[in-house]
């Protein structure tokens, strides 16, 4: 079944304000002469509403979410954020009687649905309704409304589009051309079917995959298996080529339900019951499930050819009749929404392969040869006939194997029990098992003799005094209740002791091993060559090493573990441990700040771990060096006598050295570093430059941009790159409370001088210097550079040519006068600050107070902001930017041709002072002008505006609005933007005034 080579397209609609007019451009360049009604309410604006996002509020870094982000075309409807969702209305056009009044240019011809369509497009919601929170309630369609979803005919475009979600007249609108007859009779299946779920996807809000310009469609994901919004039947078939697939889609696929189900919510009562999906035999099967919940069960049990059944949430399945996709038959086209979890799943009488997910799947293969894996759940696997195999995700040796009963196998290990049955072979990652190898060693509740194999074993002896040798491989060797004897061979073994009695027998270098300490009570003591022990009973068990480097563990009880000889890993876990290192090179990982470090004097380089899982302070222990903390709670470390190593974390730590000669490293948080009494060092993240330092009393603070680390008692400070800094020599440029010196390099700086009569130097680059209390000397250097400024008596420094320069005069009252070559100002205070500007051309900005700006000479720009502002040009071309009618412009004669821009904030009237030539409205407000006895150009806005020239040769210019140009005394000249005679203006009286 072929399809036009161009045959879906959209036009994406984003008016920037509710009331906008559509001028959106089309997605592939089409002209299409047609408008419409729709978008909410009919003509106009929606009554429903959209939200726009960006791919920071939808989708993540996984597939799903990436497949999401491509696939989301930024808006949808509703004015709530993605993830809530929406009631829309929609209806059908109605020829004769429907109206459309959009303003794209052209013309179509339009038409009603037939019944066929309806029925298409009915059937198309109800599946968006079935995964999406959506609801759809049907309206009329008339001369002055519709609904937010509008269905209709027209023969442009000959194939099909939709709008994209917009409050303006043509959002949510589908039109279908009237070429093809599939559009006219769609039916499940055919290309004309996809094209109205494909079509409602834009009114949705989906874009094509290939649409993107800035989120690319996941590898291998811009195809129809995973999103009916594709145009590709097949990976990287050309664009433009059309589709010539044998059956199309029959819903929306796995990426557009994750897409929609971002924007608008799952429907989480859609299949909330058990559910069984089955199909008519050889059917084709164009779809994806999605199912809110309960036990659900694919039965594939009627086709009549092998099927693949993946029951991961977005997988594709192969179930039912061959597809061609324009390249080659495909029959993976049955999809399971991500979210979606299927319980169980039946194959057919052929050899199939069937795989589960995270839940407790049953998966029964039923006759032929299958495979079937049950994934992470407690499954139960029932082969059927044939020769079946069962794959499981570990090693043979992660897994116990019993016999409960006269047809079960149950597996137990690899965090999962999976029962079977009918199963031939057991596939395990080191190999494969026949049912025979895998049963013929099991344990009694007597006393055993069991032998494993020269591969991974799981052996549990049970109930008695057992015998249990591994061998050869990784085994786990379970003695159960009784005295036993566990002889583990060759490889990394795993031992479970229940007594302090059990023995273990293990040779020198036969792999490292794990001794797992199930005991009541009491204290195990390692056999020699085992390295690593953990308690796994509920009960205060204690473990003693040898002489290897042991690692050992406790539980959550209060466990006395005892190194011995050996550079030792203890780790207590929870509860308020005992640890005793021993000789060697230790290491302690304590978890609460009672935990209990013994460490004898001259017994090696010893450090701790600090886990605590809530603030706290850790002490060190004495003859215990170094200490890490390794998370981002505030917990405080405090040192002793020794030269310690204190490491922080990522939160705001105390890092106390006490005596002894110190390396304190803060990490990430807002750390305080201490170092005490000796020759202390401080080691702090990124460059030396990045900091800013200041000082207390007794602290020396360095902030950067997120971190702040006070020191105190610390001699040097060591930065990225090794690069080192005595305490003399980083306070050297620092500022304080007091009258300093500082200066900045060739690059960018930010110096603020705190308090204190400063003087400060930025050199190259563009430099904020802040000068900070007191009377301050600001020489900024090259670049354009900031000066903050907060008493008159502030002297700024700049050379001529040295940039483009700017003053913020935060003064409490008084004027500030600009220093040569400082070009620009501003009021950054809330007081009624005035400026003074010097002989360049200034851009002098006040603030909402009633400043007075004086430009002096130079072309200068006076903009008094808020306020009733005094505005005193000087000599030179000026320019005004007045806010208020009771801004005060001051110019005297022959000081240059000047000009002001009038930009009220509420309808009202200026009147231009004397030796002010010209005045434009900014904006279209009813604002009124009034000119002077100078020859003056007047211009309005966009309001209706009264302009009124007075004396002199004026020239007045209108503007758009309704306006009113008196030209008074003088030989006046009118400026219109249409002709004389065209019958839209008037003139009185009919002579004097020049016309344009």
Do not use: C
Not at 103 to 129: I, L, N, P, R, W
Not at 189 to 204: C, R, V
Not at 709 to 721: A, K
């Amino acid at each position: 079944m072929s399809s036009p080579s161009t045959s879906l397209f959209y036009v994406p609609l984003y008016p920037t304000d509710d009331n906008d007019a559509l001028t959106a451009p089309q997605s592939d360049g089409r002209g299409v002469g047609q408008a419409s009604a729709g978008g909410g309410n009919g003509v106009g604006a929606s009554v429903l509403g959209v939200y726009r996002f960006t791919s920071n509020e939808i989708g993540d870094a996984s597939v799903q979410g990436l497949s999401v982000r491509n696939l989301s075309g930024g808006v949808k409807w509703g004015t709530e954020a993605p993830g809530n969702g929406a009631s829309l209305t929609y209806s059908f056009l109605v020829q004769g009687i429907s109206q459309y009044t959009e303003s794209e240019g052209g013309s179509a011809v339009t038409s009603s649905f037939t019944d066929a369509q309806k029925s298409a497009a009915q059937s198309s919601m109800q599946k968006y309704a079935n995964v999406a929170n959506l609801t759809f309630s049907q309206v009329t369609d008339t001369a002055s409304s519709a609904g937010d979803i509008r269905w209709g005919n027209s023969d442009v475009p000959s194939t099909a589009l939709a709008y994209f979600p917009s409050n303006a007249g043509a959002g949510g609108n589908i039109w279908f051309g009237t070429t093809y007859d599939d559009y006219q009779t769609p039916v499940s299946g055919s290309y004309g079917y996809h094209t109205f779920i494909h079509e409602l996807g834009h009114a949705m809000g989906l874009n094509h995959p290939h649409t993107s310009t800035s989120n690319t469609p996941v590898p291998g994901h811009d195809v129809l298996q995973y999103s009916i919004m594709s145009y590709r039947g097949f990976v990287g078939q050309s664009l433009g080529t059309g589709y010539n697939l044998s059956y199309f889609p029959t819903t929306p696929m796995i990426d557009d339900v994750a897409a929609l189900q971002a924007m608008y919510g799952a429907n989480m009562s859609f299949r909330a019951t058990n559910t069984v999906y089955s199909w008519g035999a050889g059917a084709q099967i164009f779809e994806t499930i999605w199912d809110a919940g309960r036990i659900d069960h694919i039965d594939a049990s009627n086709q009549t050819q092998a099927a693949t059944i993946n029951l991961q949430p977005g997988t594709l399945s192969s179930v039912g009749a061959a597809i061609w996709n324009g390249q080659a038959n495909m029959r993976d086209t049955l999809g399971i929404a991500y979210g979606a979890i299927i319980e169980n799943a039946t194959g057919t009488s052929f050899s199939d392969v069937i795989s589960g997910n995270a839940a407790a799947n049953t998966l029964v293969g039923g006759a032929g040869n299958d495979t079937l894996s049950g994934g992470q759940g407690n499954d139960t696997i029932d082969g059927g006939i044939g020769t079946d195999i069962v794959v499981l995700a570990g090693a043979r040796s992660a897994y116990t194997v019993t016999l409960p009963n006269a047809t079960e196998v149950v597996l137990t290990g690899n965090g999962q029990t999976v029962t079977t049955r009918d199963a031939e072979q057991f596939k395990f990652s080191d190999g494969t098992r026949t049912l025979n190898e895998l049963i013929g060693n099991v344990a009694t509740s007597g006393p055993d003799q069991i032998t494993g194999t020269a591969d991974d074993d799981s052996i549990n002896a049970l109930t008695g005094n057992d015998r249990v040798f591994g061998l050869g491989g990784n085994d786990t060797l379970i003695g159960g209740a009784g005295i036993d004897t566990l002889d583990g061979g060759s490889g990394n073994d795993i031992f479970d002791v229940d007594v302090a009695g059990d023995v273990i027998v293990e040779a020198l270098n036969d792999g490292t091993d794990l001794v797992r300490v199930n005991l009541a009570s009491g204290t195990y003591i390692l056999a020699a060559n085992i390295e690593n022990a953990i308690v796994t009973s509920t009960a205060a068990a204690g473990i003693t090493g040898n002489g290897l480097d042991n690692q050992l563990t406790g539980n959550a009880m209060a466990n006395t573990l005892t190194g011995g000889g050996g550079n030792d890993t203890l780790d207590g876990a929870a509860g308020s441990d005992r640890l005793v290192g021993g000789a060697g090179d230790d290491q302690y990982i304590v978890n609460m700040a009672s935990d209990v470090i013994v460490e004898a004097a001259l017994e090696g380089a010893d450090s701790v771990e600090v886990s605590f899982t809530a603030a706290g302070t850790y002490v060190l222990s004495a003859n215990v060096e170094n200490a890490r903390i390794t998370n981002a709670l505030n917990v405080n470390l405090t040192g002793n006598a020794d030269h310690n190593l204190l490491t922080g974390g990522d939160g705001a730590n105390l890092l106390s050295g006490l005596a002894g000669n110190d390396t304190l490293i803060g990490g990430l948080g807002k750390d305080t570093l201490d170092g005490g009494l000796g020759d202390d060092t401080a080691v702090l993240l990124g460059n030396v430059g990045d900091y800013t330092v200041s000082r207390t009393a007794t602290d020396v603070i360095l902030t950067r941009t997120g971190q702040i680390v006070t020191t105190r008692g610390i001699e040097n400070f060591t930065f990225d790159g090794a690069v080192t800094r005595t305490l003399a020599e980083l306070l050297g440029n620092s500022a304080t409370a007091f009258a300093d010196t500082l200066a900045g390099a060739a690059s960018d700086d930010s110096i603020n001088g705190l308090a204190g009569n400063d003087s400060i130097t930025g050199l190259g680059g563009n430099d904020t210097l802040i000068g900070g209390a007191g009377i301050d000397t600001l020489d900024g250097g090259s670049g354009n550079d900031i000066f903050d400024v907060d008493v008159a008596g502030d002297v700024i420094v700049e050379a001529l040519n040295d940039g483009t320069d700017l003053v913020r005069v935060n003064l409490a009252s008084g004027t500030y006068t600009l220093a040569a070559n400082i070009e620009n100002a501003i009021v950054t205070s809330t007081a009624a600050a005035g400026i003074t500007g010097n002989g360049l051309d200034n851009l002098l900005t006040g603030n909402a107070m009633a400043n007075t700006l004086t430009g002096d000479g130079g072309n200068d720009t006076l903009d008094g902001a808020a306020g009733s502002d005094r505005l005193v040009g000087g000599a030179g071309d000026d320019q005004y930017i007045v806010n208020m009618a009771s801004d005060v412009i001051v110019e005297a004669a022959l000081e240059g041709a000047d000009s002001v821009e009038v930009s009220f904030t509420a309808a009202g009237a200026f009147v231009l002072s004397a030796n002010v030539e010209n005045a434009r409205i900014t904006n279209a407000l009813n604002v009124n002008l009034t000119g002077n006895a100078d020859h003056n150009l007047l211009t309005g806005g966009d309001g209706a505006n009264l302009l009124s020239g007075l004396a002199g040769n004026d020239t007045l210019i209108g503007g758009l609005g309704k306006d009113t140009l008196t030209g008074g005394a003088g030989a006046d000249r009118f400026v219109f933007s249409t002709v004389p005679g065209a019958g839209n203006w008037t003139r009185s009286p009919t002579s004097n005034p020049a016309w344009t």
